[in-house]
């Protein structure tokens, strides 16, 4: 089994910042890409950022500029670093990783963490 535990989350106020973690542990032979989705009230989830093995990111235009996705191989964990928080990133945020269990695995799975909420108030 694999599983993603983030932490992180919480109340802030616009134009402060968060940092979230999410650590992913279990039956892990290799990790390839991971990221950030979130999800507003009534909205579709949207990635927000991805991070691959090696290091190459990709953002939401929205978030450009702000929100910098970083990783730690070692400890099979992504961070998300949020700077300049508006209202409009407030959204339940959610972590994933693109896990191969064995080392006989044929492809990679992607697995999702539980969420985050993160409040952002005006």
């Known amino acids: 089994q694999v599983r993603l535990d983030e932490s992180g989350g919480g109340l802030v106020q616009a134009g402060g910042s968060l940092r979230l973690s999410c650590a992913a542990s279990?039956?892990?032979?290799?990790?390839?890409?991971m990221g950030w989705s979130r999800q507003a009230p009534g909205k579709q989830r949207e990635l927000v950022a991805i991070i691959t093995r090696d290091d190459s990111t990709n953002y939401a235009e929205s978030v450009k500029g702000r929100f910098t996705v970083s990783r730690d191989n070692v400890k099979n964990t992504v961070y998300l670093q949020m700077n300049s928080l508006k209202p409009e990133d407030t959204a339940v945020y959610y972590c994933?990783?693109?896990?191969?269990?064995?080392?006989?695995?044929?492809?990679?799975?992607?697995?999702w963490g539980q969420g985050t909420q993160v409040t952002v108030s005006s």
């Open positions: 279990g039956s892990i032979f290799s990790i390839n890409a």
């Open positions: 994933n990783a693109d896990v191969k269990k064995y080392s006989y695995s044929r492809s990679f799975t992607k697995y």
